[in-house]
């Protein structure tokens, strides 16, 4: 019964996610927002709903390293995985403004969580932990990244063309009821999934800092997966690397600090080597996206395996 409820959970994830970003898309054209701007809030914000219900689900209940891993993992499997198969499908455009702004902030996100997990080293506490204060900072680097995101909208938002009312008008109902709907499937989804692939888990002998970095992480992530080889098949790719990159900076700034308010999370100290890994990662796409300013088949291919190879080490490693 356990294997079928968090198969449950998985399939309320995944289709509440697509109804989410589907609607919430979708109003997001009757602001006159730019496709770029749509992956990187609208679509991102949607597709990482399920980690957020995850982590914060595991904040409550107390199960930190699952809270950790399930954003850690989840923005590793990000970088490389999605990454690597939707540039297979479709090599990915990178825009100018992506290369010197979104992708530097992924990686100011990543090194603030590291330097903020620190404590043992940095100043020499008995553990390492996520306070509530630390929970604000990156609730406060969150607002910060959102302020830049409606500044650009609004500088943006006289190119793109208006909708006309009376065909905004017929599907606004529809488009809300699927966006607040998703959102609920999201929800019960995550909790499901938290639940039940834990006990899974552990009654095979993984630790939660493992069933977080892996069956949570992936299983989170499909949504961004299908979301971005969809856009790329439809040659979005600005879509498709917008919805990677908010992902990863809306993962660590609102998910990790939302969940360090609501309880403190204390760290597993295997999870630095993690940690270091998705800084190396995001410094690679910086400079694979530098490269003619797009991200090529041969480059795809690459960061998929890295993450097959990165999967079969943290396995062995348990």
């Known amino acids: 019964m356990t294997y079928v409820l968090l198969l449950v959970g998985f399939v309320l994830l995944i289709k509440g996610a697509d109804y989410f970003v589907e609607g919430a898309s979708k109003l997001a054209q009757f602001l006159r927002v730019s496709p770029l701007l749509i992956g990187l809030t609208i679509v991102a914000f949607g597709t990482s709903a399920p980690e957020a219900t995850v982590s914060f689900i595991a904040a409550l209940e107390g199960s930190s390293d699952v809270a950790i891993g399930n954003v850690v993992g989840s923005n590793i499997f990000n970088a490389t995985f999605i990454l690597g198969v939707t540039a297979m499908v479709f090599p990915l455009a990178v825009q100018n403004v992506t290369v010197r702004k979104e992708i530097p902030f992924a990686l100011l996100a990543a090194v603030a969580l590291l330097i903020l997990i620190s404590d043992v080293s940095l100043q020499y506490s008995e553990i390492n932990l996520i306070t509530r204060t630390e929970g604000f900072i990156l609730l406060l680097f969150f607002a910060v990244f959102l302020y830049y995101i409606f500044e650009m909208a609004r500088e943006n938002r006289s190119q793109i063309p208006e909708i006309p009312t009376d065909t905004g008008n017929t599907?606004?109902?529809?488009?809300?009821?699927?966006?607040?709907?998703?959102?609920?499937?999201?929800?019960?989804?995550?909790?499901?999934v938290v639940k039940n692939s834990t006990q899974i888990a552990l009654s095979l002998g993984m630790s939660e800092t493992l069933v977080g970095l892996t069956i949570v992480a992936v299983g989170t992530s499909l949504p961004e997966l299908v979301t971005s080889i969809t856009a790329a098949l439809k040659k979005q790719s600005e879509i498709a690397l917008g919805n990677i990159v908010g992902s990863n900076i809306f993962n660590i700034f609102f998910v990790l600090g939302a969940s360090a308010v609501i309880h403190p999370l204390a760290v597993d100290s295997k999870i630095f080597l993690d940690m270091w890994v998705m800084v190396i990662l995001t410094i690679l796409l910086l400079v694979f996206s530098r490269t003619q300013f797009k991200i090529s088949k041969i480059e795809g291919a690459n960061l998929a395996i890295i993450y097959i190879i990165y999967l079969a080490f943290i396995i062995l490693r348990n």
């Open 171 to 192: 599907s606004l109902v529809k488009n809300l009821v699927f966006t607040f709907g998703g959102l609920l499937a999201i929800v019960f989804g995550g909790d499901l």
